[in-house]
């Protein structure tokens, strides 16, 4: 399961750009990592993981902005396609599973 946190930040005024400062340090020590500009995904094992980690990312929402969480499966996240100008890029690796029998 992927966890994937998108973001747009006022950042405007000092005490907006700390905010923003604030919740991308946030989303790093949670064991995010950052994907694009604004969105940072993280892989959890369980789904019981991955609301454990957005119930943590719903804590240190700021005020102003928005921010949007969206959890998808290792398969569904496998299948991106990346673009980087007119070339196609291979999707980014993916985290093994943890299996227990």
Sequence with gaps: MWILVFFDLPT???E???RH???????LKDGFNRFQL???????PTVEH?????KRVKNFIPPKGTV???CVTDKQFGKIV???GPKERPAPKVSPQLELF
């Excluded at 400062?21 to 989303?27: A, D, I, N, Q």
């Excluded at 991955?50 to 957005?54: D, V």
Aim: aromatic share 10%; hydrophobic share 30%; charged share 25%.
């Design 12 to 14: 405007e005024t000092k």
């Design 16 to 18: 907006e750009r700390h």
């Design 21 to 27: 400062s604030e919740f991308r340090k946030s989303l």
């Design 38 to 44: 604004s969105i940072y995904t993280r892989c959890c």
């Design 50 to 54: 991955a609301n454990m980690h957005i």
């Design 68 to 70: 949007s969480i969206m």
């Design 82 to 84: 990346i673009f980087h």
